[in-house]
T-cell receptor, first 110, second 114 residues
Framework: DAKTTQPNSMESNEEEPVHLPCNHSTISGTDYIHWYRQLPSQGPEYVIH???SNVNNRMASLAIAEDRKSSTLILHRATLRDAAVYYCILRDGRNTPLVFGKGTRLSVIA | EAGVTQSPTHLIKTRGQQATLRCSPISGHTSVYWYQQALGLGLQFLLW???????NRGNFPPRFSGRQFPNYSSELNVNALELEDSALYLCASRTPQTFLDIQYFGAGTRLSVL
């Protein structure tokens, strides 16, 4: 699996937008960009994924650079419940195990 | 619809004992993945079962084994427990439909080896 690079930690104030970056310079043309997050004392949960176009769902938005070498997960209004470790993972669509990096630990301050 | 369920929630064993962890996937999901999350080591892939067969295993010793039953539930067995096996063990399931590449995780079993 192609490698991703994320900042170790980020901090945000409650009710402000958060932009979580991910670099994936070796992404291949068929790799999808997936984001999962792991809340404290829980298993990871799927957040969003995309291939080339920006994507929106009820949890977040995913902005993908035109060259696809980077992407940004956007939480439009951070809440205390969004405090978690966020993982950016490249997937080629096959039924294979997820490869987790260290992710970004997001702290949300009230 | 029920999510992925794991049991027990917590398990305390002593060195040398055996541990058995169980996972029930989401209805209709045929793939089950096991991951280990040890303190400071991040999430690491352990075992993958699909349609009753072991498809792949991560870089773990043979003490870690498992199986998948005809109803697609799965069991992870850890023999000859060592202190460093203390970790959160997570199970995830996935639908066989290839375009739905999302894994759904349970809350995990926290194994403590004393």
């Amino acid at each position: 699996d192609a490698k991703t690079t994320q900042p170790n930690s980020m901090e945000s104030n409650e009710e402000e937008p958060v932009h979580l970056p991910c670099n994936h310079s070796t992404i291949s043309g068929t790799d999808y960009i997936h984001w999962y997050r792991q809340l404290p004392s829980q298993g990871p949960e799927y957040v969003i994924h995309g291939l080339t176009s920006n994507v929106n769902n009820r949890m977040a938005s995913l902005a993908i650079a035109e060259d696809r070498k980077s992407s940004t997960l956007i939480l439009h209004r951070a809440t205390l419940r969004d405090a978690a470790v966020y993982y950016c993972i490249l997937r080629d669509g096959r039924n294979t195990p997820l490869v987790f990096g260290k992710g970004t630990r997001l702290s949300v301050i009230a | 619809e029920a999510g992925v369920t794991q049991s027990p929630t917590h398990l305390i064993k002593t060195r040398g004992q055996q541990a058995t962890l169980r996972c029930s996937p989401i209805s209709g999901h045929t793939s089950v993945y096991w991951y280990q999350q040890a303190l400071g080591l991040g999430l690491q892939f352990l075992l993958w079962y699909d349609e009753g067969e072991e498809r792949n295993r991560g870089n773990f010793p043979p003490r870690f084994s498992g199986r998948q039953f005809p109803n697609y539930s799965s069991e992870l067995n850890v023999n000859a427990l060592e202190l460093e096996d203390s970790a959160l063990y997570l199970c995830a399931s996935r639908t066989p439909q290839t375009f739905l590449d999302i894994q759904y995780f349970g809350a995990g079993t926290r194994l403590s080896v004393l």
